[in-house]
């Protein structure tokens, strides 16, 4: 979908997915209201989602591995940047998975809907479909992240 070949792309990319994942937040946000109602592990899940996705978006924002020691901007590379790319990656595809997993096999051992099979919804829909576009935004990043032969001043 993406293939991201200089900084100004790269930043570009960056901030889309940042994006993504603070309105990931606000979905999970909504959606964790009737979740509390169900039962308040799975209203627990949904605070850790919102909060992990919104902390995520800052580091995007923020992108810390441009920074050296001394908060200054680093002469080249990219620090952990792959490495935090790659964290997102696997997070929002383990977040499509287990969305799928409770629409067809059913809510995974816990809470008093365990093993009950739940409906596909328009809201879930929804943020699947950004979890999605997300993970898209999350591969290019750590591609380019780790591509030792593109020259990047603070990517």
């Known amino acids: ?7 100004a792309e790269f930043d570009r990319v960056n901030y889309r997915a940042a994006i993504l994942s603070f309105i990931a937040a606000l979905v ?3 959606a964790m209201i009737q979740y509390f109602r169900d039962w308040w592990g799975y209203g627990v899940f949904f605070v850790v989602a919102v909060m992990a996705q919104i902390m995520y978006g ?3 924002l923020v992108k810390p591995w441009q920074y050296d020691e001394t908060g200054g901007i680093r002469a080249s590379g990219t620090g952990n940047a792959r490495t935090l790319y790659v964290a997102g990656l696997i997070f929002t595809v383990a977040l499509i998975a287990l969305y799928f997993i409770t629409r067809t096999f059913g809510i995974p051992m816990m809470g008093p809907m365990a093993g009950k099979v739940e409906p ?5 829909l929804t943020a699947q479909g950004i979890h999605i576009v997300l993970a898209l935004h999350l591969y290019a ?3 380019y992240a780790g591509s030792p032969a593109v020259d990047r001043k603070t990517a």
């Open 120 to 124: 596909f919804d328009l809201l879930g």
């Open 58 to 60: 800052v580091v995007l």
């Open 28 to 30: 999970h946000g909504i």
């Open 1 to 7: 979908m993406f293939n991201i070949t200089n900084l």
């Open 141 to 143: 990043l750590a591609r």
